[in-house]
C-alpha cells in the first residue's frame, strides 16, 4: 500500500510529517511541472476546473512512480471539488490504470465510512497514535504558515532579490526535520531569526493583497508564483488563506487573526448568501484588505471556478465603491507568465501611484476592476 | 407595482409559478419575453466573461427589463430538494443581478431553500407577499393558485409539450407522437427549451420526422432508480434529472440516441459529462452526441452535426430491422 495525495502547496510537508510519524509507506508526486499541465489537461474533460486537471496530473504522475493509493478530499458541494475524487476515479480507471482511490469525506453522515476508509489507510498503528501524528502535523503546518507569513511580509524590503525566498526553503528544511515539539519550538526560534536577518532596503511601501480559489493562492507553481512577484515588485504581501485554514476548517483563520464570519458580515451588501468555495471571502476579504489600508487587491480564479465567477462578477461594484483597484486574474493551462507578469507590473505600479497621490491629497477617481 | 421577470435559467422551470403568484397579489407583471438577438449580445457584453451562457442571457434578460419595471424579481433558490444544491451560479443570481442593474432597481429575492425546512420556505414566501397585500388570506390563496398552475405546467411538459406550447397549453403539437425514431434531448431546461439559444432544435428534430423525449418525460421512478445505483450521489438538484434521464434513457432503451446539450463553460455538468459517457459506455447503452453550445456557435455546423446524427441513427435502426428479418426467415 504506497499512499499518495495531490500537491497543495506546503501539503506536502504536513501529510508527509504524519505518514513518518506513523511510519506508513508513501510516495510524494514527483514536483508540479509543465507535464503535470499537461497530462491533467489530456485526460481531464474540456472544461472542468483547473485544480482537477492539476490534481490528477499529479495522480498519473504518482501511479508512475509506483504509487496505488490515492487520498482526495471529497464533500457535497454545491462546488466542484466535492466531486473531485469520483471523476477522477473514473479517469483513472478508463486510462487503465490500477490503484484504489480513497476520498475521504468529513460531513456528519459520512463520517463512519470515513473512519472506517482511515482506519484502513493506518495499516494496523493505533488511533493514539494517528491522534498525536495528525496534531503534530497541525502544529508543523502553524509554523510553516506563519513563516510563510512572514516571507509575504519582508520580501519587499530584500536588498537581493530572491533572499527571503532561499532563507524560506532552508526553514521547510528545518520544520521537516524537526521531529519533537522541542524541536519544533527551537525550530520557530531559529527560523524567524534566520528570515528576519535577510539583509533589507528601505524602500516605498506598497501593500497588495490576495484573495481567491484556496489550491490556486496556496499552490505558488500554479498561480506563477504571483506572491514571490509581487514581493519582487516590491509590495508587502498578505493572502486571505493559509494553509491550516483549510485544514482545520473551523472558520477561525489562527494565521491571519480574524474569523470568517466578519468577511461574509462585510462582504453582505454585495453578496450576501455563501455561494460554495471561497466566493463570498472573496468579496469579503476585498473589502476587509481595504479597511486595513492595502492598496489592490489580486483575486485569483481557476478558469470556469464557479463561486469565483460570481465574485468576478461582484468585485468591479465593490472596486467602484470603495475605490480598491481589483486585478482579476484568470488562470487555466494556457496562462503565460509574461503576459501574468506584465499586469501584474503595471498593478504594482498603480498601486503606488495611487498611494503617492493620496499622500499627496489629490483626488482619485474610484478605479474600476480591470 | 411593475414586477419584471426575467425569462432565463430558471424561468424555464418556474416562470409559470412566479407569474401566476405576483399576478395573483395584483402586481402588473412585466415579462422579457423570449431570447432575442439583441437580448443576447447585450447580456454577452455585460457579463463576466467566465460565465456561462444562460447566466450571460439572463443578464440580458435583466438589462432588457431594467428600463421598464419598478422591481425584479430574481428568487434564490438555494435547494429544491432534500441533501442537494442548485448550481452556485443560481445561489449568487440575485447579487450578480443587482450588481448588473445597478441601484436602479430594486431587487426581490426571496430565498428557497428546502434544507432549512418548510417552515422557513413558508416564511419566505409569505413575507414575499407581504410586499404587494397585508392580507393573509390573499397571500395564502395566491400561493396555492400558483402552485396549481405550476403542476399542470410541469404535467404538461411530462406529456410531451415544449416549454411554449405549455405555457399556452396547446396540447395538439406534442414532440413525441409515436413516429420510428425517437431522440433523447436532455440537459437543463434553459438549455433545451431556450428556441434562440438551441436554433429551435425540437422544432427542427420533429420537422426531419423524429420523435423527441426530453429529461421531464422519462419517468421519475426510473430516474431515482439510476442514481441509486451510482457510487456517489450527485449533489446537484437539476444535475440529477439530468444525469437520471440520460442514464434511464440508455439502460431502458427508452430512445433510440441521446443528445446530450450543455453549455460552455458549465460547472456541473462537465463533471456529469464524465459519469454519463461513461456509464453509457459501460453499459453498452446507446449513441449520444455531446453539444456544447456558447454564444459563439454557428447555425451551419450545429446543424450539420444534428443531421449526421439522425441520419447514423436511421442507418443504425435499418441495419437492425434488416438482422432481425434474417434472423426470423
Known sequence: MRITWPHMGSLEFVLGSVFEELGLDYVLPPPNSQRTLELGARHGPEFACFPLKTTLGNFIEALEAGADVLIMVAGRGPCRFGYYAETQRRILAEAGYDFEMVPLEFEPSR??????????????????????????ALHKAHLIDRLEQQALHQRWQDREKGATT????????????????????????????????????????????????????????????????LGDLGAYVERNIYLTDWLRPSGERPVLGHHEHGSERLAAPYLSHRVGGEGIFSVGDTILFQRLGFDGVVQLMPFTCMPETIAKSILPQVSKDLGIPVLSLVIDELTGMAGVATRLEAFADLARFRRRARADGIELAPQPAF | MKVGIPGGLLYYRYGRLWNSFLHALGAEVVESGETTRSILNSGVSKAENESCLPVKVFYGHVLALKEKVDALFVPRLVSVKRRTHTCPKMLGLPDMAKAAVGD??????????????????????????????????????????????????????????????????????????????????IGHHYNVYDTFTTMSLLERLGSMGVDVMTADMVPEKLRERELKRLPKDIYWSYEQEVAGAILACSRYRLVDGIIFMISFPCGPDSIVRVLCEQENRLMGGVPMLTLVMDEHTGEGGFLTRIEAFVDMLWRRKRREAEELEAVAV
Open chain 1, 111 to 136: 463520517l463512519p465510512l470515513t473512519v472506517k476508509r482511515l482506519n484502513r489507510l493506518k495499516q494496523g498503528r493505533s488511533w493514539a497514535s494517528l491522534y498525536r501524528a495528525i496534531k503534530f
Open chain 1, 166 to 229: 532561499g532563507a524560506l526553503k532552508r526553514c521547510y528544511r528545518m520544520v521537516w526535520e524537526a521531529g519533537t515539539y522541542a524541536d519544533l519550538a527551537r525550530v520557530e526560534e531559529e527560523a524567524f531569526a534566520l528570515l528576519r536577518s535577510v539583509p533589507r532596503v528601505e524602500r516605498e511601501e506598497i501593500k497588495i493583497g490576495i484573495v481567491g480559489e484556496f489550491y490556486l493562492v496556496l499552490e505558488p507553481y500554479f498561480n506563477l508564483n504571483v506572491e514571490e512577484q
Open chain 2, 104 to 185: 436602479a432597481v430594486p431587487v426581490i429575492s426571496p430565498t428557497i431553500d428546502f434544507q432549512s425546512g418548510l417552515w422557513h420556505n413558508y416564511r419566505a414566501v409569505y413575507s414575499l407577499g407581504r410586499i404587494f397585500t397585508s392580507d393573509p388570506r390573499r397571500i395564502i390563496a395566491a400561493g396555492v393558485t400558483a402552485w396549481r398552475e405550476h403542476r399542470l405546467y410541469l404535467e404538461r411538459l411530462t406529456l410531451g409539450l415544449d416549454h411554449r406550447g405549455a405555457l399556452r397549453g396547446e396540447a395538439d403539437r406534442l414532440l413525441c407522437e409515436g413516429r420510428d425514431l425517437r431522440i433523447g434531448v
